[in-house]
């Protein structure tokens, strides 16, 4: 069998050219609605929706979104593609909205966004376009009482925004009061104020079924913000993600004992932690490594450790098997056999085998991921 050094990067979250988190209210036929969105890519948006009904019920609905540009380059459209209510106290149904943009033809600047129900879309009626109170997110309003808007604390969204809010205050040692914060995307040159609280217009009390926002009111922001810029972003700030911590998880699976290639194995694991090492402390960047080498080398064991594995939302996971590999005769799937033996006179069989593309799987489980894969 060949000996073969595979280092497999799984960069966890959000990839390059859209990281934004935006916070979007407006009002309908009286009703005050509250929008969170989550833009993780072009083809993977999506944003929470609360508000209350008429008896003062509070409803959360989620929708996923595909962000598009039409061809002349002159329209952004964010098209609600499925939407179901999370939290449903009134049995209502819901009417989809959808977004978008439009370049100016004076300044070739995009403005927006403005909302249209898919109902006033699909009869062409145009009059019912709104235009929302629309804000990139400052990650000091993420807190439990700004996430349990739109969130049940057991989701793991939640957890994860929630350990990014921590990490920042701690970071800035923001003393700043949660209901008002400066809004940055502000066009004019004012300096306006945001107010990241919710108010039902009903009632001072949230009945979002152990959501606990009781107390959770204020006036929302008369202020409207249109975002403006020429190259096609729906962001007219830097990225939100720019603040989020970012941690480097090394995951180091080695057969550092097997007598043919243990010591060459060890070699490997020097090398590469050693470099990941220097290159985190280059940057200023958490390192968390784990080592499954020696008689903890086992099948048993990486699925363990990939089970309780939860890695943050902006963070990058390097995974290095180092060791025997095969293939299987009858095998269709490209990614290689991971020998899982320590020892020769161990039995090939699925307690000691598992394959690559496995370990893939298990990882992108933790949330949404792009991946680098090299051997």
Known sequence: MKNFLIVFLLF????????????????????????FMVFFSEEDVYMRTGYYSADNAYNLVHSEYKYSIDESGDVITMVATSSEFV????????????????????????????IISDSDLAAENYDNI???????????????????????????????????????AEENSTETNVSTFQNENSTGSNNNQYNSSFSNGNSNSDSNGGNSNNGNTGNTTSNTNSTTNTNGNI?????????????VHLVVVANTIISDIGSSTLIDVNNIVGEITGITE???VELNKTLITDKQFTKKNVETFMYGFKPGLNDIVIFLYSG????????????????MRYSEYQAIDDGATMNLKQVFDEIVKKGRASEHCSW
Do not use: C
């Open 12 to 35: 966890i979250g959000i990839n390059s050219t859209a990281q934004n988190l935006y916070d979007i209210r407006w009002t309908s036929d009286g009703t005050e609605y509250y929008g």
């Open 87 to 114: 939290q449903n106290e009134t049995n209502d149904t819901w009417d989809p909205d959808h977004l978008f943009w439009y370049k100016d033809e004076t300044t070739q600047e995009f403005v927006g966004p403005y």
């Open 130 to 168: 709104i235009e929302p109170e629309f804000v990139e997110v400052d990650m000091a309003w993420i807190n439990a009482e700004y996430l349990q808007f739109f969130y049940y604390t057991d989701e793991y969204d939640y957890s994860i925004l929630l350990a990014a809010g921590q990490d920042y």
């Open 235 to 247: 962001s007219g700030s830097s990225s939100i993600y720019g603040n989020l911590p970012v941690k």
């Open 282 to 284: 280059v940057l200023g």
């Open 324 to 339: 025997h590999g095969y293939r299987f005769s009858n095998q269709t799937e490209k990614y290689p056999q991971l020998d």
